[in-house]
Nanobody, 127 residues
Framework: QVQLVESGGGLVQAGGSLRLSCAAS????????MAWFRQAPGKERESVAV????????VYADSVKGRFTISRDNAKNTVYLQMNSLKPEDTAVYYC????????????????????WGQGTQVTVSS
């Protein structure tokens, strides 16, 4: 399993940008599909974006398409979420998540085959 630590959250005005980072420990990070999930108070947890182990394939929630970009740097054991044109409805705790095993695809991860979770980072977008 990998251990995950998120950073980069904060308070931003609507229309602004933030970049979240997720630093992973473990030699096999590059073999895991990775994802960003979020949860707002009173709402269900939502898959925001997922990325394959190589970075070649990504899937986004409809609500963030065209505004958010997930990427990874396997040499740095880090996955990123660039968030542009932020809206108040993007306010949530954002979590970095790995696939359950190295065989878990990014589609399976999006569907709930979770491995490790980070502690979460708060993103607040003011109107």
């Amino acid at each position: 399993q990998v251990q995950l630590v998120e950073s980069g959250g904060g308070l931003v005005q609507a229309g602004g940008s933030l970049r979240l980072s997720c630093a992973a420990s473990g030699r096999t990070f590059s073999s895991y599909a990775m994802a960003w999930f979020r949860q707002a108070p009173g709402k269900e947890r939502e898959s925001v974006a997922v990325i394959s182990w190589s970075g070649a394939s990504t899937v986004y929630a409809d609500s963030v398409k065209g505004r958010f970009t997930i990427s990874r740097d396997n040499a740095k054991n880090t996955v990123y979420l660039q968030m542009n044109s932020l809206k108040p409805e993007d306010t949530a705790v954002y979590y970095c998540v790995s696939g359950r095993t190295v065989a878990t695809t990014h589609h399976e991860l999006r569907g709930g085959d979770f491995g490790s979770w980070g502690q979460g980072t708060q993103v607040t977008v003011s109107s």
